[in-house]
């Protein structure tokens, strides 16, 4: 994990877990960190290693779900010449490397029984005996875990060994998605953005138009913050006026009326498992909440499909006009009756 690590949000609920990582940082004992994909696990393990007293040792990582079940073992304990077919030559494993340090483990919940076994004995003994070997290796490690999963639920069903998970659960952490972090996407995606605008060589940052900042409060993020910067970055680079608001967000990279047939499949559902989420059809639906009559959410629907298109078309008013199905005339009208005509200027 060499790489630059940014905390960025207000929230009290990202704040709290935050706040628990440093707490728990100075301490010896293990920590799992639970989180959605994109949550910023992997950001909150090197914070409880930078932290700490072994912050001048090394810090390990090891995606679990990254190598086959037969190569785990000697991935993380290690092996000696010949302990198996192709092992030509002895090899440390992960808890060696880490010796002083963390070792970090990731998808914690893909290793096999095998392995957790292993592991336990790791943890509580501070022994490691490579594939082949005669004698246990000590090692001084301090493990950071993480997962997506429900572990105590593996633990009942017997897919995950309830003693390991006792051992490695001194802390829990569990870090808040998106969704739920109020405040915290358009913090999120104006740093992102700028930092995007800037390596475009833009002269400043215009912002998104508000239609934009609507639609990325109003979505579900899936990905969470790792799906949010690549929305933002990826509608940053596409847009070709930096003087004027980013006008349009595409959610869906894979979003085309020429999508294979293969890649077409039914919308994805909200994370937190409520309505389907399309973006590009919620992206036109505007915000009804506060509409007691008809005319008033036909009239709130029609401006939020026109600003929708006006961005996705750079606010070309004869691009926009073909892609509803208007004249020129009719665009025109629709928009000096919803006070557009300032937004969509070009011909």
Known sequence: ???????????????????????????????????????????????????????????????????????????????????????????????????????????????????????????????????????????????????????????????????????????????????????????????????????LGWPSWPGFAPHVAEQMEKYAWPGNVRELRNVVERAVYRWDDPGRPIGHIQFDPFESPWRPAALMTAPAKAADGGAPVAPATAAASGDLDGVSDLRGAVDAHERAILEHHLGRNRYNQRQTAKALGLTYDQLRHCLRKHGLLERGDAA
Request: proline share 5%; aromatic share 6%; net charge negative.
């Open 1 to 199: 994990m060499d790489r630059e690590v940014q905390f960025i949000g207000q929230s009290s609920a990202f704040l709290d877990a935050v706040e628990r990582a440093s707490r728990a940082a100075p301490m010896r004992r293990p920590v799992l960190v639970i989180g959605e994909r994109g949550t910023g696990k992997e950001l909150i393990a090197e914070r409880l290693h930078r932290l700490s007293t072994r912050w001048q040792e090394p810090l390990v990582t090891m995606n679990c779900a990254a190598l086959p079940e037969t190569l785990i073992e000697a991935e993380l304990f290690g092996h000696e010449a010949g302990a198996f077919t192709g092992a030509t030559r002895a090899r440390t494993g992960r808890f060696e490397e880490a010796h002083g340090g963390t070792l970090f483990l990731d998808e914690l919940g893909t290793l096999s029984m095998g392995a957790q076994e292993r592991l336990l004995r790791a943890v509580e003994y501070g022994e490691v005996a490579r594939i082949g070997a005669n004698k246990p290796i000590t090692v001084d490690v301090r493990i950071v875990a993480a997962t997506n999963e429900n572990l105590p639920k593996l633990a009942e069903e017997g897919r995950f060994r309830p003693d390991l998970l006792d051992r490695l659960s001194f802390e829990v952490i569990t870090l808040p998605p998106l969704r739920v972090r109020e405040g915290d996407i358009a913090v999120l995606a104006d740093y992102y953005a700028r930092r995007m605008a800037a390596e």
